[in-house]
């Protein structure tokens, strides 16, 4: 398994750039979703880019932030076989919140229902059961 980053939801974008821009974090990747309506921007520390926060910015607004609860969002990991670990995960009781029907990502919570996301190494496996056809089940 490999950290990926941690993704928090912003309000304003350019506020929340600018106050990690003052604690030295420099963007390093930014990503726009026309179809989403929605921006991923990657900051990271100099010579910790492999560790990045990731801004998520709702392009329609998120009025409710911060008092809803929804600014933090998930921690991220890289794994090698998505399906073991998450029928090993399955196996030892935890929930899977959003299975991994395309082969590539999975969402989880911890016991504290902290949001964490699985991504395939790599290329996407190919899609299989149970996954195919699982259900999302609560938050993710």
Not at 11 to 39: N, P, Q, T, V, Y
Not at 65 to 83: C, Q, S, T
């Amino acid at each position: 398994m490999k950290y990926l980053h941690t993704m928090v939801r912003v309000k304003d974008l350019e506020k929340s750039m600018a106050f990690f821009e003052l604690l030295g974090l420099k963007e390093i990747k930014r990503s726009d979703h026309e179809a989403g309506r929605f921006s991923l921007i990657f900051m990271a520390a100099e010579g910790d880019e492999n560790c990045p926060v990731e801004l998520t910015h709702n392009w329609d607004g998120d009025d409710a932030l911060p008092a809803d609860g929804r600014n933090f969002g998930h921690l991220a990991y890289e794994v090698k076989n998505i399906y073991e670990l998450c029928q090993t995960l399955m196996d030892n009781g935890v929930t899977i919140s959003r299975p991994p029907r395309d082969g590539h990502m999975a969402f989880v919570r911890s016991p504290d229902n902290i949001s964490i996301e699985l991504l395939q190494e790599g290329e996407a496996l190919a899609p299989a059961e149970p996954w195919a056809s699982m259900q999302n089940t609560g938050h993710w």
